[in-house]
């Protein structure tokens, strides 16, 4: 979930916005169902991935703990900005998003065709977490996850040295949004622990261990 934040909106549109989420959850969305009608966003922040997932003509619940978070997103009203800024001037006409805020552990949210948790599992307990998630899609839907994990040393020392140099080469020449958020860190959990997890809770999901600190995770519930 979300930590503290900021009331007042950012006042960068959502095309000229980049970050490490963002870029690795970006080819998620674009490979959603065709067929999925409605979406949670858990942990939604300041809501740009229900705005997101809205101009794909989704009907979107955007669930955070922070009351701040929600209210930032709300204060950005449901305007949708393309990511792409050539098509920003033909945004969904009546984007549906409905934020609220709670716990996705205890609200009744019933089911959805999509459920997305970005950079939110760290913030619960992995197992429990992941059971939620994956309890929430809609037989025949798909549950997407970008997260953030401790990295396994030694193992994991290289890559790490690695992302460093991309990090600081994307930031002096891309720029990088940052959501207004406080970082959890250092995450509780490792990317082993979140693997494993996955593959024992989650049969058939797809597990991919990203460079830039991110892994993402995705799984489709079966339609029987």
Same mark, same amino acid.
């Given at each position: 979930?979300? /930590?503290?934040?900021s009331?007042?909106?950012?006042?960068?549109?959502?095309?000229?916005?980049w970050?490490?989420n963002?870029?690795?959850?970006?080819p998620?969305?674009?490979?959603?169902?065709?067929?999925?009608?409605?979406?949670?966003? @858990?942990?939604?922040g300041?809501?740009?991935?229900?705005?997101?997932?809205?101009?794909?003509?989704?009907?979107?619940?955007?669930?955070?703990?922070?009351?701040?978070?929600?209210?930032?997103?709300?204060?950005?009203?449901?305007?949708?900005? &393309?990511?792409?800024?050539?098509?920003? +001037?033909?945004?969904?006409?009546?984007?549906?998003?409905?934020?609220?805020?709670?716990?996705?552990?205890?609200? +009744?949210?019933?089911?959805?065709?999509?459920?997305?948790?970005?950079?939110?599992?760290?913030?619960?307990?992995? /197992?429990?977490?992941?059971?939620?998630?994956?309890?929430?899609?809609?037989?025949?839907?798909?549950?997407?996850?970008?997260?953030?994990?401790?990295?396994?040393?030694?193992?994991?020392?290289?890559?790490?040295?690695?992302?460093?140099? @991309?990090?600081?080469?994307?930031? &002096?020449?891309?720029?990088?949004?940052?959501h207004?958020? /406080?970082?959890?860190? *250092?995450? *509780?959990?490792?990317?082993?622990?979140?693997?494993?997890a996955? /593959?024992?809770?989650?049969?058939?999901?797809?597990y991919?261990?990203?460079? &830039?600190?991110?892994?993402?995770?995705t799984?489709?519930?079966?339609?029987?």
């Amino acid at each position: 979930m979300s /930590e503290q934040m900021s009331e007042a909106p950012t006042e960068r549109p959502d095309h000229q916005r980049w970050n490490y989420n963002i870029h690795y959850q970006r080819p998620l969305v674009a490979d959603l169902p065709t067929a999925a009608r409605t979406a949670l966003d @858990v942990g939604c922040g300041e809501g740009y991935l229900a705005r997101r997932l809205a101009e794909r003509g989704l009907e979107v619940t955007a669930i955070d703990s922070d009351p701040a978070a929600i209210a930032r997103a709300r204060a950005q009203g449901h305007t949708v900005d &393309l990511l792409d800024s050539e098509d920003s +001037e033909h945004p969904s006409p009546s984007p549906s998003i409905t934020y609220r805020v709670g716990d996705v552990m205890t609200e +009744e949210l019933g089911t959805y065709d999509v459920v997305t948790a970005v950079t939110t599992l760290h913030h619960l307990d992995l /197992e429990a977490g992941l059971e939620r998630l994956a309890a929430l899609v809609a037989p025949g839907g798909r549950l997407v996850i970008v997260g953030i994990a401790a990295s396994n040393w030694p193992q994991d020392l290289p890559r790490d040295v690695w992302a460093t140099f @991309v990090d600081k080469f994307q930031r &002096l020449f891309r720029g990088y949004w940052d959501h207004g958020c /406080e970082c959890v860190w *250092p995450a *509780p959990h490792s990317f082993r622990d979140v693997s494993e997890a996955a /593959e024992r809770l989650l049969p058939g999901s797809v597990y991919t261990r990203e460079l &830039l600190w991110r892994y993402t995770l995705t799984w489709d519930r079966p339609a029987g």
